[in-house]
């Protein structure tokens, strides 16, 4: 019995000594790497999940409003439409030409036409006006029984003049005395939105519908079905009557995956759109992850695995020399701490009496060639005062003291180096010797200075508009800043380019980058003189500063700024001058400055330039303008007034 105990306690202290050490090591890293590998895949999982809903979510948001905005634009021209009409029964024939600019200036506009209280079509955008009697449409019949004067939205309907499928958005029109006096209708052609939506990348099996709230689907990309009835799906049944927005997992009733689905419901007309990711397409990202992780986790464990089984043989073999390495490690520590470094021991004097081997790769220079020579032979001329500095300090320091300084190398170069300095000690105290451990650190220094310069290359480009070279944004609202606090007066001028988006169309975005730039330089080199300030302050809208200048000044530059932009002759065919033009409206306030209300001013009167027919300046009122003046609709006069120079 007792050769067993005494073999088995043998085979434990082997074991004890490498196998099983080595073996609980690799059992404790393969279960710390799956637990990673579980945690990893969890929480990788949960953040694709989140951030699928954060984007769905956001881009149900943006469909919404640009539904709105969509309908929105027809609103607010239909019901210009209506109080013009309201009050002049019959415009004429001139009548159709604004219906024809109207759908010109508005894009998701096919047709807008005048239907009378019989259900004739009387005006059209369309020319010549259609002979047709829309006294059958749902949409005359509504309004035509229900006095309210909302807008309607119906569809979707063929249009009886294109042919094409359409969504009609309609106002009831009255006579002085309130009865039903016809419709004005335009019509949005339901391609206009599924142009829209293929542009955007959901992923396979990815939708997204566009309904009415009363669960009419208006139209469904990518399947592009539109007028099924899907008041009865769980979007209408529980969700919609829940929030007005969402987000939730379902299974599409269009083709039957298991989609995550985020809805919204506009605010200010009846309509919901939805946005839906497969759940496939949403976690496949993180399957391939997983799938990665797992290869990569299970290489890494077969190579610890087969390290291990190495280590553990090496292990008995180094307990058998552990003893010697354990005497000779100490004469070696020195060495293998400092092997790229090199150490120079000085006397009292300063006088190199030992130096490693290793200056020769850091100054070219055998250590013969050192030993007996003074340290500020080698050190450059300016860096020695410092030196001697810290050489005053070091006796009185217990750990030592660091610095950087140039040497010159044997090739004649400068290199910088980094030198930890400190007393040899013995029990008795300091030593009469200095240790120096010198390390070149030339790269680094040179990777300082060039992020110190790439530093101070970002904060310009920060502040510099890259197109036109001019300030940005930030500079401008800095500039501003400090012209308040020593201006006594101020003015400001925003210069909107006319008919640009015209001239892009017709020249391409090259052509308009061009164009930019010749403005940006003018208008640079203008205000040099006046020792103003120009801006690019977004697209084809500039921003002119001018500190201490009154009214008559800032007018009299406007009017020269326009003339100089004149003269540079760019043709621009969507221009009624054949040529490149500006806007220009401008404000003045003296101190104390408002920059807020100034900048406002000048935004309102460069607007009310564009109004009046563009290539004109326009100068704040003294009176402050209307803080909400909406956009002009045909008909309507300025809400704000303003003084054209």
Same mark, same amino acid.
């Given at each position: 019995?007792?050769?067993?105990?005494?073999?088995?306690?043998?085979?434990?202290?082997?074991?004890?000594?490498?196998?099983?050490?080595?073996?609980?090591?690799?059992?404790?890293?393969?279960?710390?790497?799956?637990?990673?590998?579980?945690?990893?895949?969890?929480?990788?999982?949960?953040?694709?999940?989140?951030?699928?809903?954060?984007?769905?979510?956001?881009?149900?948001?943006?469909?919404?409003? =640009?539904?709105?905005?969509?309908?929105?634009?027809?609103?607010?021209?239909?019901?210009? %439409?209506?109080?013009?009409?309201?009050? &002049?029964?019959?415009?004429?024939?001139?009548?159709?030409?604004?219906?024809?600019?109207?759908?010109?200036?508005?894009?998701?506009?096919?047709?807008?036409?005048?239907?009378?209280?019989?259900?004739?079509?009387?005006?059209?955008?369309?020319? $010549?006006?259609?002979?047709?009697?829309?006294?059958?449409?749902?949409?005359?019949?509504?309004?035509?029984? =229900?006095?309210?004067?909302?807008?309607?939205?119906?569809?979707?309907?063929?249009?009886?003049?294109?042919?094409?499928?359409?969504?009609?958005?309609?106002?009831?029109?009255?006579?002085?005395?309130?009865? *039903?006096?016809?419709?004005?209708?335009?019509?949005?052609?339901?391609?206009?939105?599924?142009? *829209?939506?293929?542009? %955007?990348? !959901?992923? $396979?099996?990815?939708?997204?519908?566009?309904? =009415?709230?009363?669960? &009419?689907?208006?139209?469904?990309?990518?399947?592009?079905?539109?007028?099924?009835?899907?008041?009865?799906?769980?979007?209408?049944?529980?969700?919609?009557?829940?929030?007005?927005?969402?987000?939730?997992?379902?299974?599409?009733?269009?083709?039957?995956?298991?989609?995550? !689905?985020?809805?919204?419901?506009?605010?200010?007309?009846?309509?919901?759109?939805?946005?839906?990711?497969?759940?496939?397409?949403?976690?496949?990202?993180? &399957?391939?992850?997983?799938?990665?992780?797992?290869?990569?986790?299970?290489?890494?464990?077969?190579?610890?695995?087969?390290?291990?089984?190495?280590?553990?043989?090496?292990? &008995?073999?180094?307990? +058998?020399?552990?003893?010697?390495?354990? +005497?000779?490690?100490?004469?070696?520590?020195?060495?293998?701490?400092?092997?790229?470094?090199?150490?120079?021991?000085?006397?009292?004097?300063?006088?190199?009496?030992?130096?490693?081997?290793?200056?020769?790769?850091?100054?070219?220079?055998?250590? +013969?060639? @050192?030993?007996?020579?003074?340290?500020?032979?080698?050190?450059?001329?300016?860096?020695?005062?410092?030196?001697?500095?810290?050489?005053?300090?070091?006796?009185?320091?217990?750990?030592? @003291?660091?610095?950087?300084?140039?040497?010159?190398?044997?090739?004649?170069?400068?290199?910088?180096?980094?030198?930890?300095?400190?007393?040899?000690?013995?029990?008795?105290?300091?030593?009469?010797?200095?240790?120096?451990? @010198?390390?070149?650190?030339?790269?680094?220094?040179?990777?300082?200075?060039?992020?110190?310069?790439?530093?101070?290359?970002?904060?310009?480009?920060?502040?510099?508009?890259? @197109?036109?070279?001019?300030?940005?944004?930030?500079?401008?609202?800095?500039?501003?800043?400090?012209? %308040?606090?020593?201006?006594?007066?101020?003015?400001?001028?925003?210069?909107?380019?006319?008919?640009?988006?015209?001239?892009?169309?017709?020249?391409?975005?090259?052509?308009?980058?061009?164009?930019?730039?010749?403005?940006?330089?003018?208008?640079?080199? !203008?205000?040099?003189?006046?020792?103003?300030?120009?801006?690019?302050?977004?697209?084809?809208?500039?921003?002119?500063?001018?500190?201490?200048?009154?009214?008559?000044?800032?007018?009299?530059?406007?009017?020269?700024?326009?003339?100089?932009?004149?003269?540079?002759?760019?043709?621009?065919?969507?221009?009624?001058?054949?040529?490149?033009?500006?806007?220009?409206?401008?404000?003045?306030?003296?101190?104390?400055?408002?920059?807020?209300? !100034?900048?406002?001013?000048?935004? %309102?009167?460069?607007? +009310?330039?564009?109004?009046?027919?563009?290539?004109?300046?326009?100068?704040?009122?003294?009176?402050?303008?209307?803080?909400?003046?909406?956009?002009?609709?045909?008909?309507?006069?300025?809400?704000?007034?303003?003084?054209?120079?």
């Amino acid at each position: 019995m007792f050769p067993r105990l005494a073999l088995l306690r043998s085979w434990i202290g082997r074991v004890s000594t490498a196998t099983l050490v080595v073996t609980l090591f690799v059992t404790a890293l393969g279960a710390c790497v799956l637990g990673l590998m579980v945690w990893k895949g969890y929480d990788s999982r949960r953040i694709a999940l989140a951030q699928n809903e954060t984007e769905t979510r956001n881009l149900a948001q943006s469909l919404a409003e =640009h539904a709105t905005h969509t309908f929105q634009g027809a609103d607010v021209a239909l019901e210009g %439409i209506v109080s013009s009409l309201k009050w &002049r029964p019959d415009p004429g024939e001139s009548f159709n030409r604004r219906l024809r600019a109207l759908v010109d200036n508005l894009p998701q506009l096919s047709d807008v036409a005048i239907v009378d209280a019989a259900g004739d079509v009387t005006h059209a955008s369309v020319m $010549p006006v259609p002979q047709l009697n829309n006294a059958d449409r749902s949409y005359f019949g509504y309004h035509r029984d =229900h006095p309210d004067q909302k807008l309607l939205i119906t569809g979707p309907l063929q249009s009886r003049t294109s042919g094409v499928s359409v969504f009609a958005v309609s106002r009831r029109l009255d006579t002085k005395d309130g009865r *039903f006096a016809g419709v004005v209708v335009a019509t949005i052609a339901s391609n206009y939105f599924g142009d *829209f939506y293929k542009t %955007i990348d !959901l992923g $396979p099996g990815g939708s997204i519908a566009l309904l =009415h709230n009363d669960g &009419r689907l208006l139209i469904q990309w990518p399947s592009l079905q539109s007028g099924r009835d899907m008041s009865d799906s769980a979007l209408f049944r529980t969700a919609l009557r829940q929030s007005s927005d969402g987000f939730y997992l379902t299974v599409s009733p269009f083709d039957g995956l298991a989609k995550y !689905l985020a809805y919204r419901e506009s605010s200010r007309y009846p309509l919901v759109v939805t946005v839906a990711r497969t759940k496939d397409s949403v976690l496949a990202g993180w &399957r391939e992850a997983v799938r990665s992780d797992t290869t990569v986790a299970t290489a890494m464990l077969a190579c610890v695995v087969l390290l291990a089984a190495g280590l553990a043989a090496q292990l &008995r073999r180094r307990q +058998e020399v552990q003893n010697l390495l354990r +005497e000779r490690d100490a004469h070696y520590r020195l060495i293998d701490a400092n092997m790229g470094d090199v150490i120079v021991l000085t006397d009292m004097r300063g006088i190199m009496r030992f130096v490693s081997m290793s200056v020769e790769a850091v100054l070219g220079l055998k250590p +013969e060639q @050192l030993i007996g020579r003074s340290w500020t032979e080698m050190v450059h001329v300016d860096d020695v005062p410092a030196l001697q500095a810290v050489a005053e300090r070091l006796r009185k320091s217990q750990t030592g @003291l660091c610095a950087e300084f140039r040497m010159r190398r044997a090739e004649g170069d400068l290199v910088w180096l980094e030198a930890n300095f400190a007393y040899t000690r013995s029990d008795d105290g300091p030593g009469n010797c200095v240790v120096g451990t @010198l390390r070149d650190v030339t790269q680094r220094k040179l990777m300082e200075q060039e992020v110190k310069a790439l530093n101070a290359r970002l904060a310009e480009l920060a502040r510099t508009d890259g @197109l036109t070279g001019l300030p940005n944004r930030r500079s401008l609202d800095g500039f501003i800043g400090r012209a %308040i606090g020593s201006a006594a007066s101020l003015a400001v001028l925003m210069i909107d380019v006319d008919d640009f988006k015209g001239f892009n169309d017709h020249f391409g975005h090259q052509g308009g980058d061009d164009a930019l730039r010749q403005l940006g330089n003018l208008f640079s080199n !203008l205000v040099t003189g006046m020792h103003g300030f120009a801006a690019r302050y977004g697209g084809e809208e500039f921003t002119i500063v001018l500190p201490d200048a009154d009214a008559d000044a800032a007018k009299n530059f406007a009017e020269s700024l326009r003339g100089a932009v004149r003269a540079l002759a760019v043709r621009n065919p969507a221009s009624a001058q054949g040529c490149l033009t500006v806007s220009i409206g401008f404000a003045c306030g003296t101190a104390p400055f408002d920059s807020a209300l !100034l900048l406002r001013d000048a935004d %309102i009167a460069l607007y +009310e330039a564009k109004r009046r027919g563009r290539d004109r300046c326009i100068g704040a009122a003294p009176a402050a303008f209307v803080a909400d003046a909406g956009p002009l609709q045909p008909g309507q006069e300025p809400a704000s007034t303003a003084s054209a120079s």
